[in-house]
């Protein structure tokens, strides 16, 4: 069975530092790999992902994740951290693909928190 | 392009109460998802739509829990009797078959159910 545990719950940064949020998982084939990031009452919008090909992938607000497959991780990074970056961040795993959609598995969620 | 639409997104109700939720989903959406997620936790897969067919509802509570998603658009989601246990954030997601993109899910705001 799939699964995915991110390490630590809250992450607090200075503005301007680095951002990492740690990701791994357990799947039983090649996975396809997803962060997500939700504001306060809001839905999870796609930060970025993984599927095939080029193992280091960017998304959108600067931030980027590399697939490292001997570690089963998938970190997310980014390399100066802005205030608007204060959310709640959801790393997920897919190891199927059908022809209509995929069944994500989340881990916990990881709250990011943006010091001034 | 209008997003996923849910409603209500906030919800009080006693237990034992009966409760719906309802989800619109992007217009030429063919798969449609419905999440729970508990305070604290990453969002679980409840059951998928493709189309009309549920065709993955092995999460879904069926003694109390019940889904339909007529002519292969909007979705309802019923709890009938509520229970303390069900409070939770209940997230719609909708993906498009076809493309690169067909695994990308797209995620409404959720409704928040407090079941007192």
């Known amino acids: 069975a799939q699964s995915v545990t991110q390490l630590g719950s809250h992450v607090s940064v200075s503005e301007g530092a680095l951002v990492l949020l740690r990701c791994n998982y357990s799947?039983?084939?090649?996975?396809?790999l997803f962060w997500y990031v939700q504001y306060p009452n809001q839905g999870l919008q796609l930060l970025l992902k993984?599927?095939?090909?080029?193992?280091l992938v960017k998304g959108i607000n600067g931030f980027e994740a590399e697939f490292k497959k001997s570690e089963t991780s998938f970190h997310l990074t980014k390399p100066s951290a802005h205030m608007s970056d204060a959310a709640e961040y959801f790393c997920?795993?897919?190891?199927?693909?059908?022809?209509?959609?995929?069944?994500?598995?989340f881990g916990a969620g990881t709250i990011l928190r943006v010091k001034s | 392009e209008a997003g996923v639409v849910q409603s209500p997104r906030y919800k009080i109700i006693e237990k034992k109460q009966p409760v719906a939720f309802w989800c619109n989903p992007i217009?030429?959406?063919?798969?449609l998802y419905w999440y729970r997620q508990n305070l604290g936790q990453g969002p679980e897969l409840l059951i998928r739509y493709e189309n009309e067919e549920a065709v993955d509802d092995s999460q879904l509570p069926k003694d109390r829990f019940s889904a339909e998603r007529l002519k292969g658009v909007d979705s309802t989601l019923k709890i009938q009797p509520a229970e303390l246990g069900d409070s939770a954030v209940y997230l719609c997601?909708?993906?498009?078959?076809?493309?690169?993109?067909?695994?990308?899910?797209?995620f409404g705001p959720g409704t928040r159910l407090t079941v007192t």
């Open positions: 997920a795993v897919s190891d199927l693909i059908e022809e209509y959609g995929n069944k994500l598995v």
């Open positions: 799947s039983s084939v090649p996975p396809y």
């Open positions: 217009s030429g959406h063919n798969t």
């Open positions: 997601a909708s993906s498009y078959a076809g493309g690169s993109d067909s695994y990308e899910q797209y």
């Open positions: 993984y599927t095939t090909g080029a193992t």
